[in-house]
């Protein structure tokens, strides 16, 4: 992860939940979304940037109408889960959750234990380890020829593959 000088915190605004069946066709049982209000270190709301609302199609409106804090979204992932592994593209349970849960002073909800990285699930599923490397998360859909219902690339729930 990337930060400059001026960059800001990373955020939690989105999370995409997809419950996908593990049989050869692997359906996809169910999908979530969740907006989190943005929040910075000392509590303030954040503003979306243009760029994340063009890329992701959420707007102000969203949160405001959808948003909840990222205490209640996490509470939501883990009741999504039932108990089952979840799987993150590029280890944003890291990358981005853990920050955000000690920025927010979150304890943490899920062990690591539960987490995985995803690529893991590609080598598994026969992909070669370049082509795992080449695949961004907006690029899961057309991987496995899933249709993408006009969801903008970076839609959380695109991203799950679903």
């Known amino acids: 992860m990337w930060c400059g000088r001026f960059d800001p915190d990373p955020v ?27 929040r910075s270190r000392d509590g303030a709301r954040w503003a979306l940037y243009p760029h994340f609302a063009r890329l992701t199609g959420v707007t102000e409106a969203d949160i405001d109408r959808h948003g ?3 205490r209640d979204a996490l509470a939501a992932t883990i009741d999504f ?5 979840l799987w993150s ?4 349970e ?3 959750v853990a920050i955000r849960r ?9 062990p690591a234990h539960r987490f995985g990285d995803a690529c893991t699930l590609l080598l598994k599923a026969g992909v070669p380890i370049a ?7 907006d690029g899961l859909v057309a991987l496995f020829g899933l249709d993408s219902a006009g ?12």
């Open 12 to 38: 939690v605004v989105q999370i995409g939940l997809v419950a996908m069946g593990l049989n050869r066709d692997a359906p996809n049982l169910d999908t979530m979304r969740l907006h989190v209000v943005p």
């Open 151 to 162: 969801r903008r690339a970076h839609d959380a729930r695109r991203c799950a593959v679903g």
């Open 131 to 137: 082509g795992s490397h080449r695949t961004r998360s």
């Open 94 to 96: 890291f990358n981005l």
């Open 68 to 70: 909840q804090p990222l």
């Open 81 to 85: 889960a039932q108990g089952a592994r």
């Open 102 to 110: 000690h920025v927010e002073g979150i304890a943490a909800s899920i």
């Open 89 to 92: 593209w590029g280890e944003g």
